[in-house]
């Protein structure tokens, strides 16, 4: 198994400029999330999946959309970039289950930075 | 208002002994707790956790310790090596809108020096 793989690594964007992030997993775990770290900040949860068709908004959605078409996929998508959405992305999957909700597979991480 | 903290940002340890890394929060509703171990340039990976009916929970050289009267857990790393350098996030996680959510503290990073 790949895990949780993440692209790209890097990114450089212009202000304004749209891109999407993409995420998948190959454990067939039914929730995922997407977090980003500032410097001496912990991971902020900016949306959410519990399944398929399935999203919601954390606690920093805004300039961020997701959709989960497939249980594998959860793509993030700026519509316009920002500078202030300069930071290090992560995506994360779980199994359901009640002995292993909680623990989330990080992927490696995308750095984004917008000029 | 942050409701998982860590309030010291880095702790050197000598390898060999006791690294304890401190955390606080402040919401009674969470009922799960976790530790996350991040090297830099990769994501964070699971460590240990905790059920909130339990008071301590041991996974060979790492344990951690809950105090629910006091809102307090600590995580004991017991030798530490230095391998074990990285930050370490702990993280709460609360039912909120039918599912699961973890709320993560800034981290603390450890340095364990050979």
């Known amino acids: 198994n790949a895990g949780v793989t993440q692209t790209p690594k890097f990114q450089v964007l212009k202000t304004g400029q749209s891109m999407t992030l993409q995420c998948a997993q190959d454990m067939n775990h039914e929730y995922m999330s997407w977090y980003r770290q500032d410097p001496g900040m912990g991971l902020r949860l900016i949306h959410y999946?519990?399944?398929?068709?399935?999203?919601d908004q954390g606690e920093v959605p805004n300039g961020y959309n997701v959709s989960r078409s497939t249980t594998e996929d959860f793509p993030l998508r700026l519509l316009s970039a920002a500078p202030s959405q300069t930071s290090v992305y992560f995506c994360?999957?779980?199994?359901?289950?009640?002995?292993?909700?909680?623990?989330?597979?990080f992927g490696p991480g995308t750095r984004l930075t917008v000029l | 208002d942050q409701q998982v903290k860590q309030n010291s940002p880095s702790l050197s340890v000598q390898e060999g002994r006791i690294s304890i890394l401190n955390c606080d929060y402040t919401?009674?509703?969470?009922?799960?707790f976790l530790w996350y171990k991040k090297y830099p340039a990769e994501g964070p990976t699971f460590l240990i956790s905790?059920?909130?009916?339990?008071d301590k929970n041991e996974d060979g050289r790492f344990t951690v310790f809950l105090n629910k009267s006091a809102k307090h857990l600590s995580l004991h790393i017991v030798p530490s090596q230095p391998g074990d350098s990285a930050v370490y996030f702990c993280?709460?996680?609360?039912?909120?809108?039918?599912?699961?959510?973890?709320?993560f503290g800034k981290g603390t990073k450890l340095s364990v020096i050979p």
């Open positions: 919401n009674s509703m969470f009922d799960y």
């Open positions: 999946s519990v399944g398929a068709g399935i999203t």
């Open positions: 994360a999957s779980t199994p359901r289950g009640e002995s292993s909700y909680n623990e989330q597979f």
């Open positions: 905790i059920s909130s009916i339990k």
């Open positions: 993280a709460a996680s609360e039912l909120r809108a039918g599912s699961y959510q973890l709320t």
